[in-house]
């Protein structure tokens, strides 16, 4: 079997390469629409975690410089435009996007792959480590937890479909 049909390409952009930027700005505009159309459904933006699946494709993708603009630019664009997330929320959903981006760009800069083990690691490491960020932050277990109790159908959004954005979508 021929490797370079089932293996999509994944790149590393630089901030150098006016590339990383548009390629970022086309995932944030993904991180704008996803969460509009999340939201139109009751809990949907809690339950789906919307704001967070462009961020680890492009990470996953374009290398963690993109994933980091896509991570800082996506929550500070909705809540310029929408008032969401609230201005209360937005530190902890900027820590937690960051992680993410982290997690995500360094895991597939070290195995040179995307498959859905490596996405359940990234998605557990990225949301623990921003469990305990946003209690640090806010003082609240509860609301700290709230993506466990209720984002779990957004963690599979983010794994099942970003494998598929990666390994069938955006192959080239």
Not at 45 to 67: D, E, H, M
Not at 81 to 99: D, E, N, Q, R, V
Not at 132 to 139: D, Q
């Amino acid at each position: 079997m021929n490797s370079s049909a089932t293996t999509p390409k994944l790149y590393a952009l630089s901030y150098g390469e006016a590339r990383t930027y548009l390629t970022a700005a086309l995932f944030v505009a993904g991180n704008v629409v996803l969460p509009r159309l999340c939201h139109a459904l009751p809990q949907g933006g809690p339950t789906w975690l919307p704001i967070y699946f462009f961020t680890l494709v492009s990470a996953c993708k374009y290398g963690w410089r993109t994933g980091l603009l896509t991570a800082v630019a996506s929550p500070l664009a909705n809540a310029a435009l929408f008032g969401m997330p609230a201005a209360a929320l937005l530190p902890a959903i900027l820590l937690k996007s960051t992680l993410l981006a982290a997690a995500a760009g360094w895991a597939v800069a070290r195995f040179r792959r995307v498959s859905l083990p490596l996405l359940v690691a990234v998605v557990a490491v990225y949301q623990t480590l921003g469990t305990l960020g946003e209690w640090a932050l806010s003082g609240d277990l509860r609301l700290a937890l709230q993506d466990f109790r209720i984002g779990l159908p957004g963690m599979a959004l983010q794994i099942l479909g970003g494998w598929l954005f990666v390994n069938r979508l955006l192959r080239k």
